[in-house]
């Protein structure tokens, strides 16, 4: 029992912990209003507040610090300069490390610990008041325990309340006088009235209401105590609850109220967007007011930014553009199950059509026409499944960004990550297993792409290296790029260090991207003396093992004095793909269409000889190498000049092109992606493999790798880049 | 003395007895999770001759051994006849193939021997001990050290 709330409670504070990053990146941006502030006061905040109740002393002791030192940020009694900022991002990586160590067990630096607690309290005055924060007992009793974290925040927050009675409510001898007493009794109160929609006297109806109420109430009491007052009238009256935070997201409230669905922001998806017609009137101070159909989810997020998430009523909910949308928490296994279910289901939507294709029916149409809208169906499911698993990238670069610091502050250079595409969605798993190889470019990035300042400022660059992290969707895949403006890879010293480690012959010829790429060798480390930051033994292949893993690639490219780019290729999904059934010698394979640009069927007099075994295709011109997949997997001994009869034209990420020569196509379909991984280890030529329709695995090949193998074992390295030059 | 010690570590006495390439193996029936009548499997390419390929066990991608190429015995001729025994090691299923499964045996563990000593490495790391039934050999498998590692296969 205790154990499941604690896990709660650190489920918590990671969302707490990305809270308090984003708010201080935000504040380092310069954005430094009250509301930017108080919402990074919040995380630390409740962090102390859980933390006390487990009795996490040392976390909680931290956090006070930190906490006084905002508090007094928050007051306007201290000021924001780049020193306090500074500390802050080392104390909220430090508070971040400690409820690691509360979690997992084991101890922090407690050198670093004292440190940043001294200084913290270099800033807290000497008559700030005690700690005293009792532990609660752990123990059965306390099953309740979680509701200290949705209750820690005492601070005084201003709620704008907007009221509007329906008739009805007067009709069950309901009286607003009595809700407003009972507002008071929270905390200081202001009622205004607005009889804005009050109409002419002739138009008036009888016993209808037009009067509303414009109610500011500044209070400690959290959200839930204002909604207690109006209980007895819920459903009989139109009501909305702001902050001040929400005040920047008012739109014209009126009209919101004229129109006979509420017009939300466009943010907010769940809302029907209805054109207004009427004109709107002139612009009251009042929160909007929207109509929307909000789902009550019973397990909300309970962080404290679910104050300002738009409370669910049955009539009236409101529409704010930047809250948090509801959520629910669902354990991730049970998501797995339901997507390896969808997995089966699409393999035996293949198992089903093959069935029906071997049946000797005369008439199968119908059949497969409701199949086809099986198909679609568990198509949907499946994007649908996808889409929960899917997450923003956002909290994966804002740890980077941590990452950044510590290896600027260990190097002694200065660098500054810039994050784009922050709400880029990518597999959960991706993302996790993302975190290790984008560490070590960051590490790299900062300890031999960026200069020293002095250096940096002797080549005119600005004294602050700037490091570039950008995701974005590309055409079925994503692709994250960690770009430097540093030195460029010195390619003289990496070619050298190749030859001296054994990597390549010494009279090797090498183009500039080949030699680029030499650092993804196991081996490779270009640190001269091992720095503690990136040169651990472990070289970038660690980063190409990791992504190649996920099914992905990575990419280095450099320009010397300006910088090098790392771009990590990946796939959108894990578990689904479509990809082109093929027959190679015999056996049954799978192309990924996204490699595929062309498919062609060849004839003799579009091969051309190149060469003692290299071939040319002529397409519409241009030529392009042809790669025999069977003698590149090593299932054809004879690579006799047999034309295999079906090209598939495919292009690199480096922009190769090559074709892919292949026995027949047999189908385009979707393929559920089944791991080699523990299963055979890495395969040359494959990315994985699939189950087809008729129970049989069949290869997933990956075109990228069979291109490079056959093309760095037969062909030239110039006719290599010759019919390069001639295809693009 | 140190091998009969760990001959104790067998405390299960069922074993399921089997042949490859005419010799008789077993195997301690618990490892087993099943046995299958051989069905043509799907070729790793550059995999070495004692990996068959990968197969189909309901949903789940496993690669099937040939017993008798890794224990350095000729390349099984792979038929229906044939059956992949299924076992789980380090947690994973993995397929080997045997010419034909003899039965199950009931073994005492104090009746395990300790492999004697021969000239082959490769067989004495493969064999945990010998027993004798009617009048047979049958050598139990050290499946740990048949299959190492998952990791191991295609390399």
Known sequence: MTGSIMDTFFEECEELLEAMDAGLAAIEEGDQDAETVNAVFRAVHSIKGGAGAFGLDE???????????????????????????????????????????????????????????????????????????????????????????????????????????????????????????????????????????????????????????????????????????????????????????????EVDALAALNAAFGVGSAEEENVVDVPLEQPAPEPVEAPALAEVETVE?????????????????????????????????????????????????????????????????????????????????????????????????????????????????????????????????????????????????????????????????????EKAGEIRLTAAHRSGSVCIEVKDDGAGLNRKKIRQIAIDKGLIPENAELNDNEIDNLLFLPGFSTASEISNLSGRGVGMDVVKNAVTKLGGRVNIASTPGRGSTFSIILPLTLAVMDGMVVSVAGHTMVVPITAIVETMRGNDDMINNLGADGTLLSIRGSFVPICDVASSLGLRRDTTNEPAGVYLLVETENGDRCALAVDDIHDQRQVVIKSLDGVCGNVPGVSAATILGDGKIAMILDPESIVTASSSAAVFDTDRRMSNAIAS | MQLQAEAKHVDHSEFVSFTVAGQAFCLKITQIREIRRWQPVTVLPHAPADVLGVMNLRGAVIPIYDLSARFGLEQTDASERNVVIVVSVHDKPVGLLAESVSEIISIDPDDIQETPQVDSRNTMDFIQGIISQNDEMVRIINLDAVISSPEQVAQ
Request: hydrophobic content about 40%; some cysteine; glycine content about 6%.
């Open chain 1, 297 to 461: 989810v019973p397990e909300v997020k309970s962080d404290p930014a679910s104050e300002n998430t738009p409370v669910a009523k049955k009539d009236a909910a409101k529409a704010k553009s930047a809250g948090p949308k509801p959520t629910l928490r669902v354990e991730l296994d049970r998501v797995d199950k339901l997507i390896n279910a969808v997995g089966e289901l699409i393999i035996n939507h293949s198992m089903l059509a093959q069935q029906i294709a071997n049946l000797d029916a005369s008439d199968t149409r119908d059949v497969e026409t409701e199949l086809e809208g099986f198909k679609t169906l568990a198509r949907d499911i499946q994007e649908g499944v996808m889409a929960i698993r899917a997450q923003p990238v956002k909290p994966l670069f804002q740890r980077m960004a941590r990452i950044v610091r510590e290896a600027s502050a260990a190097t002694g250079k200065s660098a500054k990550l810039v994050t784009v595409g922050e709400a880029t969605e990518v597999d959960k798993t991706v993302i996790e297993r993302l975190a290790d190889p984008l560490t070590h470019i960051l590490r790299n990035a900062v300890d031999h792409g960026i200069e020293t300042p002095e250096d940096r400022a002797a080549t005119g660059k």
């Open chain 1, 59 to 249: 976390l909680v002791a931290f956090a006070h610090n930190f906490e006084t030192v905002f508090d007094d940020v928050r007051s306007n009694k201290l000021e924001l300069d780049e020193k306090l900022i500074q500390l802050l991002f080392r104390a909220s990586d430090h508070l971040s490390d400690l409820v690691t160590c509360a979690r997992d067990g084991g101890q922090v630096d407690s050198a670093h610990h004292d440190v940043l607690i001294k200084a913290l309290a270099e800033y807290i005055d000497e008559d700030e008041e005690e700690l005293v924060f009792e532990p609660m007992g752990v123990g059965a009793a306390f099953e309740p325990a979680a509701l200290p974290l949705l209750d820690a925040v005492e601070e005084e927050v201003t709620y704008d309340i907007r009221f509007h009675p329906l008739k009805e409510m007067y009709a069950t001898g309901n009286e607003p006088y009595f809700l407003f007493q009972a507002l008071s009794d929270l905390g200081e109160l202001s009622v205004s009235l607005d009889e804005n929609e009050l109409p002419g006297f002739d138009a008036m109806e009888d016993g209808e209401n037009y009067l509303s109420w414009e109610l500011s109430l500044t209070t400690t009491k959290p959200r839930s105590s204002i909604e207690a007052v109006f209980e007895f009238v819920e459903g009989l009256c139109e009501l909305s609850i702001t902050t001040d935070g929400d005040a920047e997201a």
